[in-house]
């Protein structure tokens, strides 16, 4: 743990739940190492622009910070570079839902072996509090002063539907339940899609909606069939499920690619 640590100041604000991200994801790298699943040296993390980027700047592993929505197709490229390496990725819902959603279904639909992990806060928190695509219909922000008059999206069965083959929920302030999820989409062979709801405690403080509607989903669930998980996924529910929800194996981009 205290390897991945660098010496760069956190400037996220004090609370912010991605520093749960941030200690989640170095507790799941260091188990990896340790459990000799993975070498430190064959990490490499990328990160698009918005609060949830500055994640690179906080852990000592190889990294690259890309533009606006394009961690994705950089992150494609690494890993077709050299596939002994493994790719995550870390993006927020602005940045991967209206920048780079057009990246994010293709990188879903070729399965490339590459892991992504969404910090979904429901909104622009670094550009200081608008509208994004995953913001609740009525949403009052600086870019929408009466009202989001859209439907928003629901990441899991787009990302379903899309072709990923590894597809998760996870609530920030659960660190051991991140953490859990991020070693399972990291050994995944093939593209793993983590949604970390992580409420933005300066511009959209949903920790109290979110407080009693958590559950978690049973360990049995079923996530190799997936129609019963798109119903599931799909089917109105007042509360909101976190869990491993869809694990299956596929070929992947880069084995395709080089066989
Ligand atoms: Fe976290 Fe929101 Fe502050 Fe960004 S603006 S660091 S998401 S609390």
Not at 37 to 60: M, P, Q, R, W
Not at 220 to 237: I, R, S, Y
Request: net charge neutral; proline share 6%; hydrophobic share 40%.
């Amino acid at each position: 743990m205290n390897n991945l640590a660098t010496k760069a100041k956190i400037t996220w604000c004090p609370g912010c739940p991605n520093s749960a991200i941030l200690v989640a994801f170095r507790q799941a790298i260091s188990e990896l190492v340790e459990t000799e699943k993975l070498k430190f040296e064959n990490i490499v993390i990328s990160a698009g622009i918005g609060c949830h980027g500055k994640i690179t700047d906080y852990v000592n592993v190889n990294s690259f910070t890309s533009l606006h929505g394009r961690a994705l197709p950089v992150m494609t490229g690494i890993k077709c570079a050299n596939p002994k390496l493994t790719v995550v990725g870390f993006s927020g819902d602005g940045d991967s839902f209206a920048e780079g959603i057009g990246h994010l279904v293709h990188t879903a639909r070729r399965n490339s072996d590459i892991k992504v992990f969404l910090h979904a806060n429901q909104v622009f928190a670094l550009t200081t509090g608008q509208t994004t695509p995953l913001s609740p219909k009525g949403y009052r922000s600086k870019s929408t002063p009466f009202g989001s008059i859209e439907e928003p999206f629901t990441p899991l069965p787009m990302l379903l539907e899309s072709g990923a083959t590894f597809l998760a929920r996870t609530y920030a302030e659960d660190i051991a339940g991140t953490k859990k999820a991020m070693i399972a989409a990291i050994t995944h062979k093939g593209f793993s899609f983590v949604e970390i709801i992580q409420p933005c405690i300066t511009f959209f403080d949903t920790r109290e909606y979110f407080k009693d509607r958590i559950y978690s989903i049973p360990e049995n669930f079923p996530v190799q069939d997936k129609k019963t998980v798109l119903e599931f996924l799909t089917a109105p529910n007042e509360k909101t499920p976190v869990g491993i929800f869809y694990n299956v194996e596929k070929p992947t981009f880069e084995e395709q690619l080089w066989s």
